[in-house]
C-alpha cells in the first residue's frame, strides 16, 4: 500500500511491468488504483470506483500508457473499462469495442480491495 507524496505513479507503472516481464504475480494499490501484474506476463491498472482499466502489458511486454502527474493533479490515459464477473475478468476496449474475458487473474483479490 501506497499513499501520499511518497510516490510516482509511473514510478509504480514500470514496476509492475517489470513484475509481468520476469512473470511475477504482484498486486500494488495505490490510494484508489490498483496495479496488478500476472504469472503469464500480463499487467493492469485499475480504478475499481469508476471500473476503467489500462493494460500495462501483455505477455510479458509492456504497452504505452499516457500519465500526467504534477504535484496536485494526475491524469490518467484510460483505454475501456472492466468488471469482475467471479473468476472471470471481463475487460471491454474504448477504441474497438471488443470485450475480452480472461480467466486466471486473481479476481478473488481484486474484488476485495475494489
Avoid at 57 to 63: C, N, Q, T, Y
Wanted: no cysteine.
Amino acid at each position: 500500500m501506497i499513499g501520499g507524496r511518497d510516490f510516482r505513479l509511473a514510478d509504480e507503472v514500470r514496476y509492475i511491468q517489470r513484475q509481468a516481464a520476469d512473470q511475477h504475480g504482484r498486486i500494488v494499490t495505490v490510494g484508489q488504483l490498483i496495479l496488478f501484474a500476472t504469472e503469464t506476463g500480463d499487467a493492469w491498472l485499475l480504478d475499481p470506483a469508476d471500473r476503467l482499466a489500462a493494460r500495462l502489458a501483455r505477455d510479458g511486454e509492456s504497452e504505452p500508457i499516457h500519465i500526467e502527474e504534477t504535484d496536485t493533479t494526475l491524469a490518467i490515459g484510460w483505454k475501456g473499462r472492466y468488471r469482475i464477473d467471479g473468476p472471470a475478468f471481463v475487460y471491454a476496449d474504448n477504441d474497438s469495442g471488443r470485450v475480452t474475458t480472461v480467466l486466471g487473474y486473481p479476481t478473488d483479490q481484486l474484488a476485495q480491495i475494489g
